[in-house]
């Protein structure tokens, strides 16, 4: 199959292509070269389309020349952190850039579109409302929340309205290989790699150890992503979760172990996020129906993974 993808050098992106080229279809990549995380896979059967998401005119050109039987969007502004300092943009990206790329995808036709959302949507949910579904209220505490939860919004709207078959995809924390600072696992794991190259004092920086967290290997998602883009019922949107709270300070504390070495752990002010959620968890009881998703990636594995990812890096 031909295949549209926006985000391929993001960290789920990057898992998605080498998924999508083993499988033997050919992919054609939107690439923004100001915000590429890392380079695009090189491969025969990988073409780079360079496009921006607020460019329309752009869009719908990337859409034509692919001529794609399925498209993934998940490109986007991924820091929530980030959306408090630059909301404007934040939104701009993540809700009328999805609205732009629906619009170029009608236009060329009717291919199966995925949408990539976030459960960031839900804000602070009351621990007796646990585990988040599909059918929990939104109230997104910060704008990229917001942003999300607008781009999400745009899916049953073309879908009645166009019959464009999209479905949205809302993924809680993934973490594994190839994730990019910014994010908690990631941040922990590249201290922890300096520490044992002892290209840094064995004193680790964190923030609040105290949230709780929905954590699935970034490899189970992009799983999830497929088997939606297959197969999700148009107009309707899946949560993909592990369906387990993990507080944060355990995540480092595994990770510690993993790593075998003693380290003196400090708060750092400048960690703490402006609106963090205390606990955050959901259900995958739909996708699994629809699908028959189970995460196969135990956190243990992940977080082993992920230190010798950031054991090369640093290496």
């Not at 490109?75 to 170029?104: D, E, F, H, I, K």
């Not at 790593?259 to 708060?267: H, K, L, R, T």
Request: charged residues 20%; proline residues 8%; hydrophobic residues 40%.
């Amino acid at each position: 199959m031909r295949i549209f993808i926006t985000g391929a050098t993001g960290f789920a992106g990057s898992h998605l292509v080498k998924n999508l080229v083993t499988a033997g279809h050919d992919v054609f990549s939107l690439v923004h070269e100001a915000t590429s995380h890392q380079p695009l896979q090189q491969d025969e059967h990988v073409t780079p389309i360079p496009g921006d998401l607020l460019d329309v005119g752009a869009l719908e050109a990337a859409v034509n020349q692919a001529k794609p039987d399925v498209v993934y969007h998940l490109a986007g502004q991924a820091y929530p952190a980030r959306s408090w300092q630059q909301p404007g943009l934040t939104l701009a990206v993540n809700s009328v850039g999805t609205a732009n790329l629906l619009q170029a995808v009608v236009g060329y036709g009717r291919p199966r579109v995925l949408i990539v959302t976030s459960a960031e949507i839900y804000g602070e949910i009351q621990p007796d409302e646990m585990p988040i579904t599909e059918n929990s209220l939104p109230a997104p505490n910060h704008p990229y929340g917001v942003s999300k939860w607008a781009a999400g919004q745009l899916v049953p709207l073309y879908w009645h309205r166009y019959q464009l078959p999209v479905v949205e995809a809302r993924p809680f924390n993934h973490i594994g290989p190839h994730q990019s600072l910014g994010f908690v696992v990631p941040d922990f794991a590249s201290q922890l790699a300096e520490i044992q190259a002892e290209k840094r004092p064995n004193r680790m920086m964190v923030g609040n150890l105290e949230a709780m967290r929905d954590f699935t290997d970034v490899r189970d998602v992009v799983r999830a992503y497929e088997l939606l883009a297959e197969s999700g019922k148009p107009g309707e949107t899946y949560l993909i979760c592990s369906g387990q709270p993990v507080k944060i300070e355990a995540i480092l504390q595994k990770l510690i172990e993993i790593a075998g070495i003693e380290v003196v752990v400090e708060q750092d002010p400048e960690r703490m996020r402006p609106s963090d959620t205390p606990c955050l968890y959901g259900s995958y009881a739909k996708l699994e129906a629809q699908t028959g998703w189970q995460p196969r990636y135990s956190l243990a594995e992940s977080l082993k993974d992920i230190l010798v990812d950031w054991a090369q890096r640093v290496g």
